[in-house]
């Protein structure tokens, strides 16, 4: 099954993996995008999200925004990873930042 199918004019499912993208990464991908598409978000089975996207006016290229949103969506997904493998060092700086009298 291809990633990307079209369901109708100005409709369009982009299939996520799940193993790979974060639902957090999907959600702000997916912001970016809401001023010229509507976009619904559903898990179609346990491996899958199907991300669908509606065009707002008929003269958006939907595939150019589906494709924009696919390297969104990488970016959104790098920076949850960033996010979390720096949670600690970010812990520490906020609390030298707000505590900095504070006893270890």
């Known amino acids: 099954m291809d990633i990307i199918q079209r369901l109708e004019t ?3 499912i982009l ?5 790979m993208f974060h639902r957090e990464a999907i959600l ?3 912001y970016k995008f809401t001023d010229s598409c509507y976009i ?3 898990s179609l089975d346990s491996d899958y999200y199907g991300v669908y ?12 925004k589906v494709n924009g949103f696919c390297n969104e969506l990488i970016d959104q997904q790098l920076r949850h990873n ?3 493998s720096n949670k600690s060092i970010k812990a520490m700086i ?11």
């Open 40 to 42: 619904q978000i559903a």
């Open 10 to 12: 100005g409709k369009l």
């Open 82 to 84: 960033l996010d979390d």
């Open 53 to 64: 996207f509606t065009s707002k006016s008929p003269n958006i290229d939907l595939d150019y």
């Open 15 to 19: 299939r996520v993996d799940k193993s």
């Open 28 to 30: 702000s991908a997916a």
């Open 94 to 104: 906020i609390k030298k930042a707000f505590f900095p009298f504070h006893d270890e």
